[in-house]
């Protein structure tokens, strides 16, 4: 066998990535449709239901009250999901429950004259109209960043070479919550990260149908397998006599959600009662809002190259970000107990089944609607072990991650300056957010502890986020160091074209609104 020539071996930038089975805007037959949307509603359930199991006990509810909250959250991403894909980014992305929110939202939970309420039921519900109230006043940053096109204007300062670490970590910064959870239940973890890679790697080219079925369902395959392997370890008794937390993060029958569930309720605007506005309480949320923005950011870039479109033009993601303030809006109104986020997992599904179709996404809402509403149909499948969950998430966030290393080949690697400003960005984006949850860990209380709580929060919430830590840096040190003779090393001429909505044809055959509403709401 002749290898060829060092000078032969080249790898050209690709705009689009390729490889794809189905684009943005190609959608799949409605059976096959159906079946990967629910896969998406499936991996959804994860955020739904950790987010609500860890903040509720916390807040005083009880197991009915964490329903309620997760139907309610499940029930927020369909409507945030369908509202995105119709009239935001357009792009196949799922818009879930955050974790940005959780440092803010606890200081609520914490607060003194909340704490002094004895009956734990008005307990909760005065913490969570508190939150809504917070909510509520947060949402004005996203939604006055994204329509006024602020946030359109300050993307013009990204080139690929800053955007590398922000959308690399957008993946890499949730490793906390891979393998340290599947650490917590090995005999289940370790198997569904096998059986998922096998299926979708190994046996991708396996048809059925004429489609490769282990590679488009390999999620819905292999879920389903190990989660019936996780019954019998529970029914058999495996866990009789284990630790309460093994048993926590083992057991198929600890979530209480199906016997809490009632069969069918409508989640509605203020079902927890007026919400309540605390100054304090505001700025940490609004800080939030920002780091949900950013993290947004770097999963909308993505996502992009994952559906094989080009990268949203500044006026698309402005759009999108005014979108999903509207969604935060309604989370408060809703009372979800914690803002959105665009879901980090569903976009690596997107590259595992190759199938970036925005149909699909849309699918997936209209599940995430009707299981809502039946509580106990929607139950069973939520109370599917969290170990799973943490399996899927090695592979999804890892392939995110890589997404944004694939910018890489639009600058120029050869330059100290390009590897200062990526190597300084990534460090710093992991290991800033690592001290400040070590120090929460063992002081419980940030490295910020002052006597004026809102200002905590600011930035506790701020530097606790891997994205946001890596924009911060890898925008301050692109910008400034030597940037006048470098916008060839910072991939500036291929940027170029997508910063404006005409800058390339391809922009209207993607981001486009729906029902020609481009007449009311041009592109600036």
């Given amino acids: 066998m002749e290898f060829p020539k060092p000078e032969e071996i080249t790898h050209a930038p690709m705009e689009q990535l390729q490889g794809l089975e189905y684009c943005i805007d190609s959608n799949p037959r409605w059976g096959q449709a159906i079946g990967l949307g629910f896969q998406h509603y499936i991996l959804a359930l994860g955020s739904t239901v950790m987010i609500p199991s860890l903040l509720v006990p916390l807040m005083g509810g009880s197991d009915g009250d964490k329903v309620r909250v997760v139907q309610t959250l499940l029930f927020m991403t369909g409507i945030n999901t369908l509202l995105q894909t119709l009239f935001g980014t357009r792009l196949p992305t799922v818009v879930g429950g955050s974790h940005a929110f959780i440092i803010p939202i606890v200081s609520i939970i914490r607060d003194s004259s909340l704490m002094q309420i004895y009956d734990n039921h008005e307990r909760f519900v005065q913490t969570m109209r508190a939150i809504q109230g917070a909510l509520i006043v947060s949402s004005s940053v996203q939604i006055i960043l994204g329509y006024s096109q602020l946030w359109g204007i300050c993307s013009r300062f990204f080139s690929p070479l800053g955007m590398v670490p922000v ?50 369902f390999a999620l819905l395959i292999s879920v389903p397998i190990v989660w019936i392997y996780a019954y019998i370890l529970t029914v058999g008794g495996a866990y009789n006599h284990r630790p309460d937390r093994t048993q926590l993060h083992c057991r198929a029958d600890r979530a209480n959600l199906i016997s809490s569930a009632p069969w069918i309720r409508l989640p509605f605007p203020l079902q927890w009662g007026p919400p309540t506005f605390g100054a304090g309480h505001c700025f940490g949320m609004m800080a ?19 559906a094989s479109a080009t990268p949203p033009p500044p006026h698309v993601l402005s759009r999108g970000i005014g979108w999903q303030g509207i969604g935060l809006l309604l989370d408060g109104l809703f009372g979800t107990g914690t803002g959105s986020t665009v879901s980090v997992e569903n976009v690596g599904l997107l590259g595992t089944t190759r199938v970036g179709s925005r149909r699909v996404v849309q699918i997936s809402a209209g599940f995430m609607i009707f299981f809502s509403i039946l509580g106990k149909f929607g139950a069973l499948f939520a109370s599917i072990p969290f170990t799973i969950f943490a399996a899927l998430y090695c592979v999804l966030f890892g392939l995110v991650a890589s997404v944004g290393l694939s910018f890489l080949q639009f600058t120029n690697m050869n ?27 063992s002081a419980h209380h940030g490295p910020a502890h002052s006597n004026s709580g809102w200002f905590n929060d600011i930035i506790n919430t701020t530097f606790s986020s891997p994205a946001t830590v890596a924009l911060i840096v890898a925008v301050f040190l692109d910008n400034t160091l030597e940037y006048k003779d470098a916008a060839r090393d910072r991939g500036i001429p291929w ?17 486009t609104l729906p029902f020609n509403l481009n007449r009311f709401f041009p592109p600036s």
């Avoid at 370790?190 to 079925?213: C, G, N």
């Avoid at 939030?288 to 994952?306: D, H, Q």
């Avoid at 990526?422 to 120090?439: A, D, I, K």
């Fill in 495 to 511: 940027w170029l074209k997508f910063r404006t909505f005409k800058g390339d044809s391809r922009n209207e055959e993607f981001y």
């Fill in 288 to 306: 939030a809002a920002l780091v949900s923005l950013v993290e947004s950011t770097g999963a909308y870039k993505a996502a992009a190259r994952l």
């Fill in 415 to 441: 330059s100290m300056r390009s590897l200062f400003i990526t190597g300084v960005s990534l460090f710093l984006g992991l290991s800033v957010p690592e001290y400040f949850n070590e120090f929460t860990i």
């Fill in 167 to 216: 959308i690399s970590l957008v993946g890499l910064g949730l490793f906390n919550r891979g393998f340290p959870v599947v650490g917590k239940c090995a005999e289940i973890g370790v198997p569904m990260l096998i059986v998922f890679i096998a299926f979708s790697q190994y046996m991708k080219h396996i048809r059925a149908w004429r489609f490769p079925i282990f590679e488009r």
